[in-house]
T-cell receptor, first 115, second 115 residues
Framework: AQTVTQSQPEMSVQEAETVTLSCTYD???????LFWYKQPPSRQMILVIR??????QNATENRFSVNFQKAAKSFSLKISDSQLGDAAMYFC????????????FGDGTTLTVKP | GAVVSQHPSWVICKSGTSVKIECRSL??????MFWYRQFPKQSLMLMAT?????????EQGVEKDKFLINHASLTLSTLTVTSAHPEDSSFYIC???????????FGPGTRLTVT
């Protein structure tokens, strides 16, 4: 079974600084997606970034980028120039490409942004 | 982007009654929908996968007779919590997979409180 591990229950960052959230996963499959989702207090899940496992290039979306290490099964999220609106719970998730949407989530990391 | 709605957003019911939660894809056809459960400050746990026109597939440990899922059309899936008990109080989130793009979109969630 696939597992996703986020080892940092809580993280904090100063506004305008950079923070990295960690995620490791375990799978025997080779074709899958990895995601980072943001869940603000409204609890609406928001897709931050997606990485296809077959792509070697790390995905980026504006201030958000990932460091995808397939061999090490590591998928960290870097948030640059942190903003107060980035404060939320962040979930790392895994999904097989053939069953996209059936996702396994990590336990989450609560990010606090200090002004 | 694509929108998934859930109704109601918050429901309070008495122990022993049943409550139905609707999940709709508003501008795309969802061949597959997923139902997740989330306890406060915890991760999302997949309950079941529902495919249009067929029986839902439940995850291990989820009581299919208690959590009835119906995927009647390409835009609507319903979750009925039967004979609700206080321990069923939780946040229920649906997601829908676009049948063409395979992108996954989350609904805003439904808070269920059983008294």
């Amino acid at each position: 079974a696939q597992t996703v591990t986020q080892s940092q229950p809580e993280m904090s960052v100063q506004e305008a600084e950079t923070v990295t959230l960690s995620c490791t996963y375990d799978t025997s499959e080779s074709d899958y997606y990895l995601f980072w989702y943001k869940q603000p207090p409204s609890r609406q899940m928001i897709l931050v970034i997606r990485q296809e496992a077959y792509k070697q290039q790390n995905a980026t979306e504006n201030r958000f980028s990932v460091n995808f290490q397939k061999a090490a099964k590591s998928f960290s999220l870097k948030i640059s120039d942190s903003q107060l609106g980035d404060a939320a719970m962040y979930f790392c998730a895994y999904s097989l490409r053939t069953n996209a949407g059936k996702s396994t989530f990590g336990d989450g990391t609560t990010l606090t942004v200090k002004p | 982007g694509a929108v998934v709605s859930q109704h109601p957003s918050w429901v309070i019911c008495k122990s022993g009654t049943s409550v139905k939660i609707e999940c709709r894809s508003l501008d795309f056809q969802a061949t597959t929908m997923f139902w997740y459960r989330q306890f406060p400050k915890q991760s999302l746990m997949l309950m079941a996968t529902s495919n249009e026109g067929s029986k839902a597939t439940y995850e291990q440990g989820v009581e299919k007779d208690k959590f009835l899922i119906n995927h009647a059309s390409l835009t609507l899936s319903t979750l009925t919590v039967t004979s609700a008990h206080p321990e069923d109080s939780s946040f229920y989130i649906c997601s829908a997979r676009d049948g063409r793009s395979y992108e996954q979109y989350f609904g805003p969630g439904t808070r269920l409180t059983v008294t």
